[in-house]
């Protein structure tokens, strides 16, 4: 890609992660991400061909600190990848940071693991949030240790675990707020308690 192409397309990136991030990833269209780049159809389509591969490109580009140029993140995501960008955007959302891609991160990874899991659909919205969150960390944490990168033997009660922990760490980050470092210190002890080195 020539350097005016790079410079479009991460463009695109950065106006279609705005748009992500305040619209979660079910509720974003072509359209939307056209309008908010202000480009034609037909120029997002030289980039894109779909929603999806324009979040990928976002998550990429986030994972790797705002580089969207870079490649890093590859297209199939390991699962520590995964969990990697997980955790990051539960930092932010902890910390309350703006413009997080949370929702759409939860969204996106929905969508991958409903194909293969089943959830009950129930009147408790946190809950049912709360339930979405356990069962993408589940088949990931699942997923992860079949694939020998993450070590645990109870991937639904470690999944259970840690939404505790990061529902927690979302209370106390309100009222009296907790440092960045102590976040990262806690997101670590998480991390630590899986990833096999």
Do not use: W
């Not at 910390?95 to 693991?113: G, N, P, T």
């Not at 993408?136 to 694939?147: D, M, T, V």
């Amino acid at each position: 890609m020539g350097e005016k192409s790079e410079q479009k397309r991460s463009h695109i990136i950065d106006c279609a992660r705005a748009v992500f991030a305040a619209k979660g990833f079910r509720a974003v269209t072509m359209k939307d991400i056209v309008e908010a780049c202000q480009i034609s159809r037909g120029g997002l389509y030289l980039y894109f061909t779909a929603i999806e591969e324009i979040f990928l490109a976002v998550a990429r580009a986030d994972h790797d600190g705002g580089d969207s140029g870079s490649d890093s993140l590859p297209t199939e995501a390991t699962p520590t990848d995964i969990l990697a960008l997980f955790m990051k955007e539960q930092k932010k959302e902890i910390l309350r940071k703006k413009d997080s891609l949370a929702v759409a991160v939860y969204e996106y990874y929905f969508a991958q693991y409903m194909a293969r899991a089943k959830v009950a659909k129930k009147d408790n919205i946190p809950k049912r949030q709360f339930e979405t969150g356990v069962l993408i960390l589940e088949n990931l944490i699942g997923e992860g240790h079949a694939a020998g990168e993450f070590f645990c033997e109870d991937a639904r009660g470690a999944a259970s675990n840690i939404m505790y922990a990061l529902e927690g760490l979302k209370i106390m980050a309100r009222p009296g707020g907790l440092s960045e470092a102590a976040v990262d210190r806690e997101l670590l002890y998480i991390l630590q308690g899986l990833v096999v080195e």
